[in-house]
């Protein structure tokens, strides 16, 4: 086995596992894309070591790098949820260095795989956004009464406690006074079961309102997944349809 071809098996891998459990469960976890990470890491740093390469050494913590700052900006942006910035990490560890067979972007592998993903899933988004649309609910973001939370929701508003009157607002203040927190929306694992609880009770107290605003964060892993399978086995198609065009 050629040893381009390892690290695209353990991306394979780790997007079918995280397509189960993302399907299955609507969490991606930790144990996946943390191990998947530190093996591309690892594989690229022997790699490299071995080949006497100081870019393939490297490779590895780069490509996870770039992957994690591009996830983290469509985190930001309210359209993935940690899992998938995890993933999406994984994948750049893994795939940074890949040779595709067909396409030779001038960007990162990383964005080949977004970009093929995209290409694949378009035409189920477009009939969900249509949905959510007809339906007059936004695309980004939901209302959900507190009594539904569940675990892993990502919050699109801060609620904390200061002095004993809770607060709602679109970031966490900026304070050094002492607060408690019981909705973060910086954090990308999503409200926990002690949270949730706390919301219930506040709500049970009045203190809140019987809804909040959260991320609407769609199972990406399947696009990924996809974005994956197709980058490994055909290449960028983008890249491919671009220069066809100009050709």
């Not at 939901?142 to 801060?158: C, H, S």
Request: glycine content about 10%; charged content about 15%; proline content about 5%.
């Amino acid at each position: 086995m050629e040893s381009h071809a390892i690290p695209a098996v353990l991306a394979l891998a780790a997007v079918l596992i995280a397509t189960y459990t993302d399907l299955r469960e609507r969490i991606i976890p930790n144990w996946l894309t943390v191990s998947f990470t530190a093996a591309g890491i690892a594989f690229h740093g022997f790699l490299g070591a071995f080949q006497g390469d100081l870019f393939v050494a490297v490779s590895g913590a780069l490509g996870a790098s770039i992957s994690f700052a591009i996830g983290y900006v469509l985190w930001r942006a309210g359209g993935w949820a940690g899992g998938d910035v995890k993933l999406f990490t994984a994948l750049g560890s893994l795939l940074f260095n890949y040779k595709m067979p067909a396409g030779n972007p001038i960007y990162p592998v990383p964005l080949t795989i977004l970009f093929n993903g995209i290409v694949a899933a378009a035409p189920f988004l477009f009939i969900y956004v249509l949905i959510l649309r007809s339906r007059r609910q936004g695309v980004l973001f939901a209302r959900v009464r507190v009594g539904d939370l569940k675990e892993g929701m990502i919050p699109a508003e801060a609620v904390f406690e200061r002095n004993g009157t809770v607060y709602r607002s679109s970031v966490l203040p900026n304070t050094g006074h002492r607060i408690k927190i019981y909705a973060n929306p910086k954090r990308m694992e999503g409200l926990t079961v002690y949270q949730i609880r706390a919301l219930k009770r506040l709500f049970r107290e009045r203190k809140i309102d019987g809804t909040i605003r959260i991320k609407r964060c769609l199972p990406f892993a399947p696009v990924l997944a996809a974005g994956t399978l197709i980058t490994v086995l055909y290449g960028d198609l983008y890249w491919l349809f671009l220069t066809g065009v100009l050709a």
